[in-house]
């Protein structure tokens, strides 16, 4: 098993370290403002599964809380004026609003000489042929990536979830993406209530047969945070809460399903200390990245390298 992560990525196209800037567009999403529904999939948090992005203000106050967060990141050998970075709009629905609005937020920010590209969390569902344009055309002039907010194959557990939107509305708006010539990440979570292994491993198998080269994926643990429908539902009828023991097998198994062409942008992810109700390892990260890091050594005595989380 060999894999790309996304810290190889950066190093093999820029021949230098990059971080991503988590940064806020003011959108919001079909899922809360009433069109299709008013509390969001049921474990989103208040912040629009952002929780750590720069609070939405002026562009340039948002970038520099941004690179103030990831400073410490940084080898010191680094000067200033040499750093580089990726913008990440991640919260809510970044392509929901008014696309002239938004042309001119990701022009503003695709200005910045530091910033090589942008990267814009979004639905499938909310790419209207006016926005697929400029995006298209912003991505003439630096890199735009698209992260679509899959999750599952499963449409039982996406009724469950309350997603939204059916498989079809991916992959036709996947397809439409690329024949735009864009990049696009997909967000997988693992250890979705009543999903199996087999379950989550066929939404992992079907994105290595469709993903193009370059496209990347990202592995998500599921949180169960303070707030979120999934909270109330947890309490209620509490379900099965992944291991670390059981998440590292799955993560592990996704990565040697998926293609080596496929860019890993995440094999886990953070949910906020003050907000996480489970799973309660989780939020001892350092031990959790050491955990997956030897499983896929294991898993793998060839790797030569060790993944990094970006964000």
Not at 50 to 60: E, R
Not at 146 to 168: D, F, M, N, P
Request: charged share 25%.
């Amino acid at each position: 098993m060999k894999y790309t992560s996304l810290s190889d990525y950066f190093k093999s196209t820029y021949h230098t370290k990059v971080y991503k800037l988590a940064l806020s567009s003011g959108c919001s999403c079909p899922n809360r403002d009433g069109t299709l529904g008013t509390g969001g999939c049921i474990f989103c948090s208040e912040g629009g599964s952002g929780d750590f992005a720069a609070p939405f203000s002026p562009l340039p106050e948002q970038i520099a809380f941004a690179k103030e967060k990831v400073a410490g990141k940084f080898s010191k050998s680094i000067a200033l004026e040499d750093r580089r970075y990726f913008a990440y709009f991640q919260s809510y629905t970044n392509t929901y609003g008014d696309p002239h609005r938004l042309e001119k937020l990701y022009r503003e920010v695709l200005a910045e000489p530091d910033i090589l590209g942008v990267s814009i969390g979004t639905r499938p569902d909310c790419i209207s042929d006016e926005m697929l344009e400029i995006l298209a055309r912003l991505n003439r002039e630096k890199p735009v990536w698209v992260e679509l907010g899959l999750q599952t194959i499963h449409e039982k557990t996406a009724r469950r979830i309350k997603r939204g939107y059916e498989l079809s509305v991916f992959d036709e708006n996947y397809r439409r993406l690329k024949a735009a010539g864009l990049t696009v990440i997909v967000h997988v979570i693992l250890g979705l209530p009543d999903e199996t292994k087999e379950d989550m491993m066929e939404t992992v198998s079907y994105l290595g047969d469709r993903l193009s080269p370059g496209d990347g994926v990202k592995l998500q643990l599921l949180h169960v945070l303070t707030g979120t429908q999934l909270a109330r539902e947890y309490e209620a009828a509490p379900f099965h809460i992944l291991t670390l023991e059981e998440y590292t097998d799955l993560v592990v198994s996704a990565l040697q399903i998926l293609p080596e062409e496929i860019v890993i942008h995440r094999i886990t992810g953070d949910g906020p200390k003050s907000l996480l109700i489970e799973p309660k390892w989780s939020a001892d990260k350092k031990r959790v990245l050491n955990t997956l890091n030897r499983a896929i050594a294991e898993a793998s005595p060839v790797a030569d390298s060790t993944y990094k989380e970006e964000v």
